[in-house]
């Protein structure tokens, strides 16, 4: 039996009356692709922040690769963040004066220690070889989340997180971002988590919870 | 190639800086303009020093050491006759001695005053180190040339009276003695020294029996910092059986006077200082919240709270060390602008106040930036992510 590497038990955000997320049990197993979808509000982003040890639950447990996260001090939820989860965001969030290799050094700086040549390779792997001095404002969307998915991977998360990776994107650019990180996942083995309001994009991933007012609703398995 | 993290980290720092043209040089700006006036103000006011106390040597000693005369009360019942006071002498050793051990800065000249027998009359004489008295008083009048060794300068009122010119020979007749000297010049110094007659302190002191001995000695204390006052009670220390006084009102004004233009000056850099700091602080809080996202982005990819702050941190420091050496420049400039037009001379390079100037921007880049670094310190990630 796989091991699993989230697991929640009566997981709950409340932003003083408004409960985001009301109690959740949920275990990942270690590789899974999980997608998670609902409407605007319904707490998947209060989820995928929880997990990725960004916010901190109001009630409940949270344990994620054997960690409490509920034990863990600020400073030890940032080095649990750099050593253990790569986020990919739908805004991108790149800093604007780096150009894309050294976004991606950024994330081996605040990880360990920049490597130019690991940074370059990162890149090529997601198909932005010939784009790598060229800072956001030159890049599409596509490009730009590319960059984000070189950025997310570079450290060897266990888990990948993605806040609609898609969402601003166009079909076209949908679908390669898609088939990179299934590549990249069956390269890695890491874990995904992907928050998505598009149910073809949560297509791709093992398993599908649906969230409504901050409550698990239904679960669905796709077929392989 | 592998890039270390320091060098990574100054990389990043400076990219930052450069992205945000407009802003950083407002600040570099702030900051130059903030240290340029400590320079130049510290520049101007250690001209200004040296200056007042040049002026201050014009006018010559401003210390004189005498001896404590033994004094005695004359009188009976309820009648006072008066006082009388034998003649007392200082130790030229012992004084000396004392002025080595007070570490006193200052030019000194021995005296020692007599009287000796010429032509029938007894004359005062006064004994000094030609050179000496040359150094400490330079606006006597000299018609002749200073003496060599056997020759003696007269007083103007002197010469007159005994009828008494410049290549005349005199003799003097002293206790043990009998001097023959030529005259090499009259002096005129418009005081008392017009009615002396100058020799040799040596000379004298062998015509009147009183070898290592002295009347008075004249100081002319140049070291700034202390007040002379101070520098009175702390010879005054070292020699209590003498007595130490100040003899120019002069060199006291322009001692007050230079104090209360140095207080002036810092309490205009000091309204310089606040108004810059002020200024620094809220540019730096500006960039702070503009750059919300980066700093969200930064503590999401596993940035600690040090390891953020320590890039702004980075920023402040960069722009101080900048900002401190334009400002040591342009200061340079406006003291050398000021000292020029106001003392007619240059300003000098003093390295302390490169120091200062470095170390004033430093500060006010890290204290403008105090603020902005708790809200850094204090940002919630996923607020600032989502643009709040």
Same mark, same amino acid.
Request: with cysteine.
């Given at each position: 039996?796989?091991?699993?590497?989230?697991?929640?038990?009566?997981?709950?955000?409340?932003?003083?009356?408004?409960?985001?997320?009301?109690?959740?049990?949920?275990? #990942?197993?270690?590789?899974?692709?999980?997608?998670?979808?609902? !409407?605007?509000?319904?707490? *998947? =982003?209060?989820?995928?922040?929880?997990?990725?040890?960004?916010?901190?639950?109001?009630?409940?447990?949270?344990?994620?690769?054997?960690?409490?996260?509920?034990?863990? =001090?600020?400073?030890?939820?940032?080095?649990?963040?750099?050593?253990?989860?790569?986020?990919?965001?739908?805004? !991108?969030?790149?800093?604007?004066?780096?150009?894309?290799?050294?976004?991606?050094?950024?994330?081996?700086?605040?990880?360990?220690?920049?490597?130019?040549?690991?940074?370059?390779?990162?890149?090529?792997?997601?198909?932005?070889?010939?784009?790598?001095?060229?800072?956001?404002?030159?890049?599409?969307?596509?490009?730009?989340?590319?960059?984000?998915?070189?950025?997310?991977?570079?450290?060897?998360?266990?888990?990948?997180?993605?806040?609609?990776?898609?969402?601003?994107?166009?079909?076209?650019?949908?679908?390669?971002?898609?088939?990179?990180?299934?590549?990249?996942?069956?390269?890695?083995?890491?874990?995904?988590?992907? #928050?998505?309001?598009?149910?073809?994009?949560?297509?791709?991933?093992?398993?599908?919870?649906?969230?409504?007012?901050?409550?698990?609703?239904?679960?669905?398995?796709?077929?392989? | 190639?592998?890039?270390?993290?320091?060098?990574?980290?100054?990389?990043? #720092?400076?990219?930052?800086?450069?992205?945000?043209?407009?802003? &950083?040089?407002?600040?570099?700006?702030?900051?130059?303009?903030?240290? =340029?006036?400590? &320079?130049? %103000?510290?520049?101007?006011?250690?001209?200004?020093? *040296?200056?007042?106390?040049?002026?201050?040597?014009?006018?010559?000693?401003?210390?004189?050491?005498?001896?404590? $005369?033994?004094?005695?009360?004359?009188?009976?019942?309820? %009648?006072?006759?008066?006082?009388?006071?034998?003649?007392?002498?200082?130790?030229?050793?012992?004084?000396?001695?004392?002025?080595?051990?007070?570490?006193?800065?200052?030019?000194?000249?021995?005296?020692?005053?007599?009287? %000796?027998?010429? *032509?029938?009359?007894?004359?005062?004489?006064?004994?000094?180190?030609?050179?000496?008295?040359?150094?400490?008083?330079?606006?006597?009048?000299?018609?002749?040339?200073?003496?060599?060794?056997?020759?003696?300068?007269?007083?103007?009122?002197?010469?007159?009276?005994?009828?008494?010119?410049?290549?005349?020979?005199?003799?003097?007749?002293?206790?043990? @003695?009998?001097?023959?000297?030529?005259? @090499?010049?009259?002096? $005129?110094?418009?005081?008392?020294?017009?009615? %002396?007659?100058?020799?040799?302190?040596?000379?004298?002191?062998?015509?009147?029996?009183?070898?290592?001995?002295?009347?008075?000695?004249?100081?002319?204390?140049?070291?700034?910092?202390?007040?002379?006052?101070?520098?009175?009670?702390?010879?005054?220390?070292?020699?209590?059986?003498?007595?130490?006084?100040?003899?120019?009102?002069?060199?006291?004004?322009?001692?007050?006077?230079?104090?209360?233009?140095?207080?002036?000056?810092?309490?205009?850099?000091?309204?310089?200082?606040?108004?810059?700091?002020?200024?620094?602080?809220?540019?730096?809080?500006?960039?702070?919240?503009?750059?919300?996202?980066?700093?969200?982005?930064? *503590?999401?990819?596993?940035?600690?709270?040090?390891?953020?702050?320590?890039?702004?941190?980075?920023?402040?420091?960069?722009?101080?060390?900048?900002?401190?050496?334009?400002?040591?420049?342009?200061?340079?400039?406006?003291?050398?602008?000021?000292?020029?037009?106001?003392?007619?001379? $240059?300003?000098?390079?003093?390295?302390?106040?490169?120091?200062?100037?470095?170390?004033?921007?430093?500060?006010?880049?890290?204290?403008?930036?105090?603020?902005?670094?708790?809200?850094?310190?204090?940002?919630?990630?996923?607020?600032?992510?989502?643009?709040?």
């Amino acid at each position: 039996m796989v091991e699993s590497i989230i697991e929640t038990n009566g997981l709950t955000r409340s932003y003083g009356d408004i409960c985001a997320l009301k109690p959740l049990d949920l275990q #990942v197993p270690e590789g899974e692709w999980l997608s998670v979808m609902g !409407h605007s509000g319904s707490g *998947k =982003s209060t989820l995928m922040n929880l997990v990725g040890g960004l916010d901190r639950p109001t009630a409940g447990s949270l344990r994620v690769g054997g960690e409490d996260l509920l034990a863990l =001090s600020e400073d030890g939820l940032a080095r649990f963040r750099r050593e253990f989860v790569g986020i990919i965001f739908q805004q !991108h969030h790149m800093v604007p004066y780096l150009t894309a290799v050294e976004n991606v050094m950024l994330a081996q700086y605040f990880h360990s220690v920049p490597d130019e040549a690991e940074a370059r390779s990162a890149l090529e792997r997601v198909g932005l070889g010939h784009r790598l001095k060229n800072r956001p404002g030159e890049l599409s969307g596509g490009e730009q989340q590319r960059v984000c998915i070189a950025r997310a991977i570079i450290n060897s998360p266990k888990l990948l997180l993605g806040d609609e990776p898609t969402g601003n994107l166009d079909h076209k650019s949908t679908v390669m971002v898609m088939e990179l990180l299934k590549e990249l996942r069956a390269e890695e083995r890491f874990t995904v988590i992907m #928050v998505t309001h598009n149910q073809d994009v949560a297509a791709w991933g093992d398993r599908t919870i649906y969230l409504d007012d901050g409550v698990l609703v239904r679960e669905e398995r796709m077929k392989s | 190639m592998n890039m270390n993290r320091r060098r990574w980290l100054i990389h990043l #720092v400076l990219r930052a800086l450069a992205h945000r043209k407009g802003r &950083t040089l407002l600040l570099l700006a702030v900051l130059a303009m903030a240290s =340029s006036l400590a &320079t130049a %103000l510290g520049i101007v006011s250690s001209s200004m020093e *040296k200056r007042v106390a040049e002026e201050v040597r014009k006018y010559g000693a401003n210390l004189i050491v005498i001896p404590e $005369s033994a004094r005695l009360d004359i009188g009976s019942g309820g %009648l006072n006759f008066g006082v009388v006071s034998e003649p007392a002498y200082l130790q030229q050793r012992p004084v000396e001695e004392a002025l080595a051990k007070s570490g006193l800065k200052a030019e000194v000249s021995f005296h020692l005053r007599g009287a %000796l027998h010429m *032509k029938d009359a007894d004359i005062m004489v006064e004994g000094v180190n030609f050179s000496d008295i040359r150094r400490l008083f330079p606006w006597w009048q000299l018609k002749g040339n200073w003496p060599a060794a056997g020759e003696t300068v007269v007083g103007n009122d002197l010469a007159s009276r005994m009828k008494l010119k410049a290549g005349d020979v005199v003799e003097l007749v002293g206790i043990n @003695s009998k001097i023959l000297l030529r005259i @090499s010049g009259i002096v $005129s110094s418009g005081g008392e020294e017009d009615d %002396l007659l100058f020799m040799a302190l040596p000379e004298l002191q062998q015509a009147l029996g009183l070898g290592g001995r002295l009347t008075l000695v004249r100081l002319m204390v140049t070291a700034g910092g202390s007040s002379l006052k101070t520098c009175a009670s702390s010879l005054q220390m070292l020699m209590p059986t003498a007595k130490v006084s100040e003899v120019r009102q002069t060199a006291r004004t322009s001692e007050g006077l230079l104090a209360k233009v140095k207080l002036l000056m810092l309490m205009v850099t000091a309204v310089v200082l606040v108004s810059a700091g002020s200024s620094v602080a809220g540019t730096m809080s500006t960039t702070v919240l503009e750059r919300g996202k980066e700093i969200g982005l930064m *503590k999401a990819m596993g940035g600690t709270r040090r390891e953020v702050i320590l890039i702004f941190c980075g920023e402040a420091v960069m722009l101080g060390v900048l900002g401190g050496v334009a400002g040591y420049l342009f200061g340079s400039v406006i003291a050398q602008f000021i000292t020029k037009t106001v003392f007619a001379s $240059s300003a000098e390079f003093i390295p302390w106040i490169a120091v200062i100037s470095m170390g004033v921007s430093l500060f006010l880049a890290l204290l403008g930036s105090i603020g902005p670094m708790i809200s850094v310190f204090k940002l919630d990630p996923v607020r600032s992510l989502r643009g709040e």
